[in-house]
């Protein structure tokens, strides 16, 4: 086969992660390597920069400027909402076409992955040789095809650290505490809180995933069931957790009509309506007074400071690899992450179609009933996070009392 020469161009689309940069640096420096790439262009704000022109020439950034960016969360080119149809990518693609554009590399999830498959598409009817690779990233871990996504690992760290920094203070001052975690339809995320438990009577006590369907009258059963046997509740609750009819509980606890996002879902993310609408359910149930609810919000995402060195490795890994894949091998593909032995990985591109529009929910080896997770999803997910802050307890014994007998 003819080397295939030209420009290269990258994006990165959706939700800001704390290591999506390390997958934007690694396929500019990788892409250096290779003579077939002759510049090395970045998208401003995802796919909508494409089709508005708005570019960065990153063949002319410093490794060491790159480098510094590699450590920064969030996405540095900007990102996008945008869900392209085919109208759009054709956009897209006569804008390729016009800067001679090679290889395409979108960073991203669901969406991103069938932008590549669609605007390859476009390429295949033209005739024009064009290698769209989709590099994988999403904090709420639910792509499929792959192991795991690079962005989860440090999401994961954070949540189990932020549950963790909970139970001590509710361990301090008792209540009924609900966190309110990132996870539409996969409770990956949510299920991390699990590593806040290190004694018997560490919450959180109850965790609540999308998987599975939410009762409410359990739910203020096994509230009620915990704060009697610990003197205190903690509950982590994914954002989208449902009843057995499909209905989000937060639609069907609101009073009025609930906000929708641009793709008509209805709006999880960026309010603590569902933690609120909880605690005052908790409080209409029982005589529990003293209820708290807090919404981790975009703070799970790009938490400075708070990131997995696998997750980081691994996301610059999946950026190299785009590249290598994209020069040597398959016009098109997405890049997955195999797990093998323990704990290694491999990299290998699988076809974009087994992962556009498809989403990834916990297996059922991983949920303990209806508000736990199994030591087997454990096993998957430590490693990603990696090692965690050490917490501990007074271990004295109590003085006897003299005047209270």
Not at 26 to 47: D, N, T
Not at 276 to 289: F, G, P, Q, R, V
Not at 295 to 301: D, S
Request: hydrophobic residues 35%.
């Amino acid at each position: 086969m003819a080397k295939l020469v030209g420009k290269a161009l990258v994006a990165q689309g959706g939700g800001p992660t704390a290591v999506i940069n390390q997958s934007l640096v690694g396929v500019v420096l990788e892409a250096r390597k290779f003579p077939e790439i002759s510049k090395i262009y970045g998208a401003k704000h995802g796919v909508s920069g494409i089709v508005n022109e708005e570019f960065y020439d990153l063949t002319q950034a410093t490794t060491h400027n790159l480098e510094q960016v590699a450590l920064t969360p969030a996405s540095a080119l900007g990102s996008t909402r945008d869900k392209p149809d085919i109208e759009y990518c054709k956009k897209m693609f006569k804008v390729m076409l016009a800067h001679e554009i090679r290889y395409f590399f979108y960073i991203g999830g669901n969406d991103s992955s069938d932008t590549c498959r669609i605007v390859n598409d476009q390429a295949i009817s033209q005739g024009y040789e064009l290698r769209c690779i989709h590099i994988p990233k999403t904090i709420d871990n639910d792509l499929v095809g792959t192991d795991h996504c690079p962005g989860f690992g440090s999401a994961a760290k954070y949540v189990a650290q932020a549950f963790s920094g909970i139970n001590q203070d509710n361990r301090a001052l008792s209540g009924v505490y609900i966190g309110v975690v990132m996870g539409r339809h996969a409770g990956f995320l949510t299920a991390a809180s699990v590593f806040a438990r290190k004694f018997e009577d560490d919450g959180p006590h109850l965790i609540y995933l999308p998987e599975k369907a939410f009762d409410q009258k359990k739910f203020i059963k096994d509230v009620q069931t915990n704060y009697e046997k610990y003197g205190r509740c903690i509950i982590a609750v994914s954002e989208g957790i449902q009843d057995k009819d499909g209905t989000p509980i937060m639609t069907s606890l609101a009073a009025g009509e609930v906000e929708k996002d641009a793709h008509g879902n209805v709006q999880l993310s960026g309010s603590g309506a569902l933690g609120d609408l909880l605690a005052e359910l908790i409080k209409a149930k029982t005589k529990i007074k003293r209820v708290r609810a807090d919404t981790l919000g975009y703070m799970q995402r790009s938490f400075l400071g708070c990131i997995s060195e696998t997750d980081k490795n691994e996301a610059r890994e999946v950026g190299e690899r785009a590249v290598q894949f994209s020069v040597w091998h398959n016009v098109d593909g997405s890049i997955a992450i195999k797990r093998v032995g323990d704990y290694a990985v491999q990299y290998e591109l699988i076809k974009l179609e087994d992962v556009a529009g498809k989403t990834k929910h916990m297996p059922d080896e991983f949920i303990d009933g209806d508000n736990n997770v199994t030591t087997a999803y454990k096993n998957y997910a430590r490693p990603l996070i990696g090692e965690l802050p050490v917490t501990d307890r007074i271990a004295s014994p109590s003085v006897h009392k003299i005047i209270g007998g």
